[in-house]
């Protein structure tokens, strides 16, 4: 057999791994927004039969041949062959069962952790977390290697060639930026604005996708549904998104919306030519994160576009719930030291990430064990944020990662927010009238940037190569720091 | 090792497989239900994916060891045992591209036959049908074997032990008694009666989940939703069921719904110690039929039930859309000769079976080119039915099956007419207050009556077998023509 005929054949099989990651993320979808109540038993065998699947392909001894035969390729198809060895030498690692259970420990969990997170009641959740767990800390056993240990193989899963060492230099530059904001501006003692009035659910959701295609998301390859957890999954041409509502307050559905229109625009916006091929797919979760929070963020709360969506919001809801766009604005970026991730402003958002990267770096060491959790998490979160946590529904079970099994997962949200960070020095740097586009909610030329430098490229590079070329430079916090210092310091004066 | 051992691996790999084909399923219900425009070309892909899972484990030479090795097991192990032989050894015939192709082709298949049926153009979908009806043959070459032509292969697969020879004969039985009847019906001619007035879709399915309620379907277990076409899939704690709304005539919506209720009640009552194993599934598609046509006609259609209907129409729309529930009877057992098998009348549905027998045999067979199909079908229509056909959407556009790569389905629609005749009149038999309970619309004791006899065996018999244990007797057609001449006997005077 010669390069090119094996070449065919591994593409052949990967096509048909990707295929199946896509079955497993809308089995996850469909258990998040669609499935009935009694599917949750069945749903997990489903999700076990998918991984098992995955499993035998990426495991089997015939991958490897093809791998070995077809190492002469170039350009993206030895990025498809460096990535099939890089999936082929994780899944021989991990036992054949393992991999099933961990599969169906995570279906079983979502059901779980809906319920648990409703009553607000950890002590229902912990045995489900502990059998969780055990089977990531045997997953990372596997795959840990001389001089990688176990969470920083799960990482690796998330993020290719980061270590938790790496992390931990990263967070100690970028910690005392935060706090130091985050001290000056409650210093300030400046009160914290909010909306006012009602807005109506319906109206709320139209009004998102009216922002998703403002954001250049297509919907004819997308939809948009509710869910307990705003999430992002599928790809290429078939993307959805889900979202939340709260009545009271239309900024969790709508920048959660906007954050979800940031990761599906990127899948949205791969390379056709490579559907369903490791080149075609994220670089990383970071580089993923990077997309979501540049939209939410940088672009989502900056002023200009506040004035847009003061107007689209009165035209939606009848009132935007303040005066002005000038004080939406300052809603949209009210800082205050919250309970909720997902709901966090961009000063404390990177503390609750460092504060759950410590966590569960601990649970995988087993140095903490999943009973005193909770205990963990409050305590933590009182020194870090200075408030006591009311309840677990608003403390340790806030987020899905951990009912999922995505250990490893919460640091790539700070990388990507450093990416989105330099992402938007760059985008400021290369499209001079960025502002005027952002009041006129015209997005076109940010999204022909993006896939031109991020979107299109997949995973032609490494993570923190692909963003050095985007940007022009070697990434690192400062642009982050750089423009929280410059936005607070014109809202707050400090 | 030894036969426990092996029956327990062996049992390990068949839930793999039942769980990998209601993920199947899954993926078919939610291209017709949820997913966006754009993503056709992948699903094609995920379902040739686990398609190519499914033919994996079914062919794999470890999975006839078992089977050997667990050959004395006995009960609910043998039938097991036995349904894994006869998985395998279809399984190994078929090459694992052709397995791929057949599930990537339907899955395409859909879109077109969507696209092609709402404009109403059979030239835009012939080239898809082509390709479908040439891997259908392949496949039927590979699964024939000495005394088993293509087409009955193809049949087995749907009911087991059929042969066309069979159907030839049964379907000569009935079609006398059918064409006699159609024939003094229209003689007496009768003014066909309708509904007026409008009933709005919301209602319409607001209505449509109480009937199911009242059916014995679980909601908590299922969900109703639109679709081109009305269709139940999943199993156990997970069954879906579709229908669809013309606000003009409720009847399509509702009646519809009780006959996929009648499919999802037979999911939802399998015997849960069996779940994802062959024992715990149903005993064929004949079966299956049965239990949706009993829903729909034998008890749907009856006069005590229409007098719960009148009522629930009077509350849900404010009009029944007819003076009293005499007139609904007759309304819901008008006789015509239309165009559209699912609406089709009792009278003429199981000519509309015939022909397409006929027809998909001759395409299989080769004897008919699919270039000549749409012109065969308006001809044996106008023989058959007496009018022209005048578009392809009310012709050879109508039904999904051919697209879905579906051959060898249509006549175990007929078998389930014959065995919902026979559980008809043992239900009469074994329920005296049948019509009390019918026109209180409490159908427990009916349910109850069917788990027992029919949903909780699953697979236990053969599907002949089983009807013939739980009517009493071998079933024939005369149940059924019997059930029939009395009822046109009341509703004309013939």
Known sequence: MDAIAAFDELSARLRRI??????????????????????????????????????????????????????????????NVAEAGRLHRRAVRVPPALAADLARAAALGQEVWIAARAASDFATFAPTLERIVALKRAEADCLAEEGVGGYDALLDGFEPGTTSAELDRVFARLRPGLVDLAGRIAAKGAPVPALTGSFPAAAQLALARRLGEAFGYDWQAGRLDLA??????????????????????????LYSTLHEVGHAVYEQGLDPAQAMLPAGMHASMGVHESQSRLFENQLGRSRPFCGFLFAEMERAFGTAGVADADALWRVANAVEPGFIRTEADEVHYNLHIMMRFDLERALVAGALAVGDLEAAWNERFLADFGRTVPDARRGVLQDVHWSAGLFGYFPTYTLGNIYAGELHAALRRDVPDLDARLAAGDLGAVVGWLGARIHRRGRMLAPRRLIAEAVGHEPDERALLGYLEAKYQRLHDL
């Open 228 to 253: 307990v957890h705003p999430s992002c999954s599928g790809s290429a041409g078939d993307v959805r998104i889900t979202t939340r509502v709260n009545e009271a307050d239309p900024q969790d559905c």
């Open 18 to 79: 990707g295929a199946l990651e896509q079955v497993a993320g809308l089995l996850n979808w469909d258990q998040e927004t669609q499935m009935p109540p009694k599917g949750g038993a069945q749903r997990a065998e489903h999700a076990a039969a998918v991984a098992s699947a995955i499993h035998d392909l990426a495991s089997a001894p015939r991958l490897g041949e093809l791998i070995a035969l077809a190492s002469t390729a170039q350009g993206p198809d030895a990025v």
